[in-house]
């Protein structure tokens, strides 16, 4: 698998898959965060004497073409960050878009419609794929949020072009990912959050190898409370996984890994910018009353123990951070986690969620690397082969 720098781009005509799948407001850009990220690795084909030809998917709108889910507003605000004028194409594989590409100029950036548009791309369809590679005459991938995705447009594509390799953006993903957490400086602390905790058990067991102290936070805490019989309340708890929760508890212990979870909780009766709430332990948490946010005992403890680590990987919030009330916990690991980075801890960000509450809380972004990719970045740790990376081996 090549870098981007390994290949010869003069003359060429990059197509190049990008994540721009970003939040939209009213048909503008929302959180531009990932346009940004896929900067440098555009700059460079351009600099290289290239043309490029950059797709993307946009939301989830399953095959069909859907007018608020358009890629256009993603052109307008690209022309902002790269100073220069986009040409964009209403469809990503129409004869008309394809002649488009063709005659570009060295320097020329050309934006394709939608990719999800069309069935093609999530099923890999071989002539979909096809017409895909006709834009280029190389191909980059520099999408991490989608390269644990079997799609054309990562994978497909790929048997077309002699000249194959990955962008700056991927080549940062991996190199954070996965080399610097492989083989982590210690103490090494994993702080894991979100609301449900089904899609990173083999994650946590996979790091607890690893890791000297694992923090958990977030609604994923209460099952593994419960596993250890204390009480949560009306809090979510997933039934089926309080045996798992508790084993992966007792292998923690075994392996002399520090496991710290909420001693406090914000508690509230309902998730809205209007629920009363209040500051409780846990043993005061009433049947009808969910944890919505770890609380000021439980920051103390955590920011300590977040105090002398040399690297830190962080994946999900404390709490319900998209209401006001609720955010202080998510905010505390934000300000701990920068401090941490501030004094030479890397810091690895596991995107998602935890990427929209840095955008949202953080004044300044003090992290070693905040990954672009949710579910990619969670396959990766795993140790999953990831199946875009795969096709550019």
Known sequence: MKTIEQLSLKGQRVLMRVDFNVPL???????????????????YCLNQGAAVVLMSHLGRPKGKKVPELTILPVAEDLEILLRQDIIFSPDCISDEAIEVSRRLEPGNVHLLENLRFYDGEEANESDFAARLARHGTAYVNDAFGTAHRAHASNVGVVSHFSQTGIGYLMAKE????????????????????????????????????????????????FTFLQAQGYNVGGSLVDQSLLEEAGGILNAAESQSVQVLLPRDVVAAESIS??????????????????????????????????EHARTIFW???????????????TAMIISAIAEATARGTVSVVGGGDSAAAIEKLAEHKHFSHISTGGGASLE????????????LA
């Open 174 to 221: 991996l190199k954070f990912l996965r080399d610097q957490l492989d083989e982590p400086q210690h103490p090494f602390v994993v702080v894991l959050g979100g609301a449900k905790v089904a899609g990173k058990l083999e994650l946590i067991r996979k790091l607890v190898g690893r890791a000297d102290s694992l923090i958990i936070g977030g609604g994923m805490a």
């Open 315 to 329: 994946n999900g919030p404390m709490g319900v951070f998209e209401v006001a009330a609720f955010q202080t916990g």
């Open 25 to 43: 407001d009213d048909g503008v850009v929302d959180d531009n965060f990932r346009i940004k990220a896929a900067l440098p690795t555009i700059r």
């Open 273 to 306: 910018e209007g629920a009363t709430w209040r500051v409780v332990p846990l043993e005061g948490l009433k049947e009808d009353e969910i944890g919505v946010d770890i609380g000021p005992e439980t920051c103390i403890e955590f920011g300590q123990a977040l």
């Open 380 to 391: 990766l740790l795993i140790g999953n082969v990831l199946p875009a990376l795969k096709a």
